[in-house]
């Protein structure tokens, strides 16, 4: 594994404003974000010989349009020699990542286009929304009959984590104002309009402890990226972001099988992925932390080290995860406030690491970032990716 | 919220497998698989052994007594089979055994729950062909 470290680097990305957008089809989405990607890496379309469409959950209609090339002969790509799905939910631009840099390691491919777009904002209800999300991920036998769904989810895993580490309900609800303060910054966020602990603690139980203002909220959106092998990468562009670490754990499919719900896999997969990076946290300048609800942005940054169990919260309360904060932590606003597109969410956390660590983060950036960290999971929470990018190879 | 028909409750999408597990729960009886080999119970049903891959394996009733790993009081935007039902409880309980499994609390206090709290084993129908394990605070019982 570590001799993938600073072979493979992304050089382009591109993203739609995430949203509610009635009137823009998905495929837009798709295709335009991908264009921005390649407009970014200021290559050739035709350079690209591979795709790989992430997959869209509000219509299996259109995802098995994207399985079968929709987005290259829309683009017009004429070198693709492959055209291949990668889904693993909100993992997915980690699996993604992890399969191009395979592809291009393994000679199959130079140039892999990575793109998603879900139109889950408006092409579903709320309730349809509610309904898909309840069946997605969720186990049909051993959960779905209990009435399990992700605010439950979100529900258990925040209510473990409370009791076992005294975090307060102010501290979760830090987090969506930590996630707010930069997502006031992000022209592509959903929803940028300040907030305060007190309000999000006002807003109405979901499942206890989880308030609405807590919870993600489903958006439409789209975004892209390009990788390519780094002596390419050098050649075609000023700062190509390259891969210096990836470690992930699978810990379960039913969150009921996880042994440690306050946890999951992020410790391990950190210590791989710095392992990998020759880097430790202190080295880090930008952390992109999956974070569809507060705990999980909370449980990741604390098992990947940045700060003791138990301690994540006085951080986001106390402001050093926000703008000038000495822990820039979700710069785009997360989940929590640009909106949750499906597997979108990591997406754009990872458009967002490249964004900052190529300057390109506009009010938001984070001045000098070197190396930036990405963290995310699909499902219900089955999977920990940790990736660890940076403008040079250490 | 839309005052929509509600629509009928999901039942578990059982397996040939996992049949015994709810075959037995008709009878009130919570059952596992054991493996003859390493010796080691397991939740929730497989067709082999998930720790050292035996297909030698066997059934044993369970105590039903367990704890409370963790809890959830749903309140608001269930899933629509169970908008009727808020607010309900959903929790991982941690049996005697050391297995663990997604259930109901079924409780008239659910602001009295806590982790670790004590809980025992009922059964409930869910329509004509399935009885669902969900348990109960052991002194509410
Ligand atoms: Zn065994």
Known sequence: ?394 | METAKIPSKPLPQATPWSAPFWEAAKRGELKVQRCLDCGKPFFYPRIACPHCFSEDLEWVKLSGRGKIYSFSVVFNYAPSAFADDVPYVVAIVELEEGLRMLTNIVTDKPESLRCEMPVQVIFEPAGEDFVLPKFRPVDEA
Not at chain 1, 318 to 331: A, D, F, M, Q
Request: with cysteine; charged share 20%; glycine share 12%.
């Open chain 1, 1 to 394: 594994m570590s001799d993938l470290k600073g072979k493979v680097a992304i050089i382009g990305v591109g993203e739609v404003p995430t949203g509610k957008f009635p009137d823009r089809p998905c495929v837009e989405s798709a295709l335009r974000s991908a264009r921005q990607a390649i407009g970014d890496a200021g290559i050739d379309k035709d350079l690209i010989d591979f795709l790989i469409p992430i997959g869209a959950v509000y219509s299996s209609a259109y995802n098995s349009d994207l399985v079968c090339s929709r987005i290259v002969e829309e683009l017009g790509l004429k070198g693709v020699r492959g055209n291949a799905q990668v889904f693993s939910g909100g993992a997915s631009c980690s699996t993604s990542l992890k399969t191009a840099a395979g592809l291009i390691s393994a000679g199959i491919a130079r140039v892999v286009l990575v793109v998603h777009s879900d139109k889950l904002g408006t092409g579903v209800s709320t309730q349809e929304g509610i309904d898909l999300f309840a069946l997605a991920g969720i186990s049909k036998e051993w959960e779905v009959p209990f009435g399990q769904h992700y605010s439950s989810i979100a529900g258990l895993v925040t209510t473990r984590y409370m009791f076992e580490t005294g975090t307060t309900e102010e501290q979760v609800a830090a987090v969506v104002v930590s996630n707010r303060k930069w997502a006031e910054l992000n022209p592509n966020a959903m929803i940028r309009k300040p907030t305060t602990v007190e309000e999000v603690l006002s807003s109405k139980v979901l499942s206890t402890p989880l308030h609405a203002r807590e919870s993600n909220v489903l958006a439409d959106g789209g975004s892209a990226f390009i990788v390519t092998d780094a002596e390419r990468a050098r050649e075609w562009v000023e700062k190509p972001v390259y891969l210096l670490g990836d470690g992930s754990r699978v810990t379960h499919f039913c969150l009921s099988q996880e042994k440690d719900i306050t946890r999951f896999g992020y410790r391990e997969a950190a210590r791989e992925a710095f392992g990998m990076a020759g880097l430790s946290t202190s080295d880090i300048d930008v952390a992109e932390v999956y974070d569809s609800y507060p705990v999980f942005e909370m449980i990741a940054l604390e098992e990947m080290g940045f700060m003791e169990r138990g301690e994540s919260g006085a951080w986001f309360l106390e402001g050093r995860t926000w703008p000038g904060g000495e822990l820039p932590v979700t710069t785009n606003g997360g989940m929590l406030s640009q909106g949750h597109t499906g597997a979108g969410g990591g997406m754009a956390l990872l458009v967002e690491a490249v964004r900052q660590l190529k300057g390109q983060a506009g009010e938001r950036q984070v001045q000098g970032a070197r190396f930036a960290v990405l963290t995310s999971t699909g499902g219900a929470y089955v999977d920990a990716h940790v990736e660890i990018l940076g403008t040079e190879v250490p």
